[in-house]
């Protein structure tokens, strides 16, 4: 069965720095999708930044980036210079790559940003 | 483009009342995907309807049932609400073609309160 962790239920960070989210995954697959979700006080989840299992490069969005460890089954969402604008809730998702494509998520971890 | 989005944003029922969700996707996209998101939780994975047929289904009851329309929109239908049912539902689009699921973009949801 796949799995999501999200160890951290909440982090605080002061604007102009960086914090690091952690996620832990379980998974007998070996080609997978891995994403990181934003979903602010609108509900809306947005999409953060996504992640192919057979990537060995870990991707990068703007300020957002991953820690990809595919053997430890590890994937942290690193934000630089955090922002007001970045407090939300953060969703660690997990979707296999062939049949059904639904999302497997973490219970997420709400990061606060200190002025 | 529009995005998703999804009607009502709020409702409000009575334990063992029936409650239909709606959900239009994004334009181009043909799969449509429901979550229940419960206070406090991660998003979890009820169906998904790819051309008009369901597609993969979660581990949810079968007094929660949908439909997608030619037009790929998709209502959810929950019968015999418990107050369990309680939750933001949240309807997700994305585009299957040629073997290949596409991301996943997600509309506002609707909150359903059981009393």
């Known amino acids: 069965a796949q799995t999501v962790t999200q160890s951290q239920p909440e982090m605080s960070v002061q604007e102009a720095e960086t914090v690091t989210l952690s996620c832990t995954y379980d998974?007998?697959?070996?080609?997978?999708?891995l994403f990181w979700y934003k979903q602010p006080p609108s509900r809306q989840m947005i999409l953060v930044i996504r992640?192919?299992?057979?990537?060995?490069q870990n991707a990068t969005e703007n300020r957002f980036s991953v820690n990809f460890q595919k053997a430890a089954k590890s994937f942290s969402l690193k934000i630089s210079d955090s922002q007001l604008g970045d407090a939300a809730m953060y969703f660690c998702?997990?979707?296999?790559?062939?049949?059904?494509?639904?999302?497997?998520f973490g219970t997420g971890t709400r990061l606060t940003v200190i002025p | 483009e529009t995005g998703v989005t999804q009607s009502p944003t709020h409702l409000i029922k009575t334990r063992g009342q029936q409650v239909t969700l709606r959900c239009s996707s994004q334009?181009?996209?043909?799969?449509v995907s429901w979550y229940q998101q419960a206070l406090g939780q991660g998003p979890q994975f009820i169906f998904q309807?790819?051309?008009?047929?369901?597609?993969g289904r979660g581990n949810f009851p079968p007094r929660f049932s949908g439909l997608q329309f030619p037009n790929y929109s998709s209502e959810l239908n929950v019968n015999a609400l418990e107050l369990d049912d309680s939750a933001l539902y949240l309807c997700?689009?994305?585009?299957?073609?040629?073997?290949?699921?596409?991301?996943?973009?997600f509309g506002p949801g609707t909150r359903l309160t059981v009393t």
């Open positions: 997700a689009s994305s585009l299957s073609s040629g073997g290949r699921s596409y991301e996943q973009y």
């Open positions: 998974t007998s697959e070996s080609d997978y999708y």
């Open positions: 992640q192919e299992a057979y990537k060995q």
């Open positions: 998702a997990y979707r296999l790559k062939t049949g059904a494509n639904n999302l497997f």
């Open positions: 334009s181009g996209h043909n799969t």
């Open positions: 309807y790819y051309r008009e047929e369901e597609n």
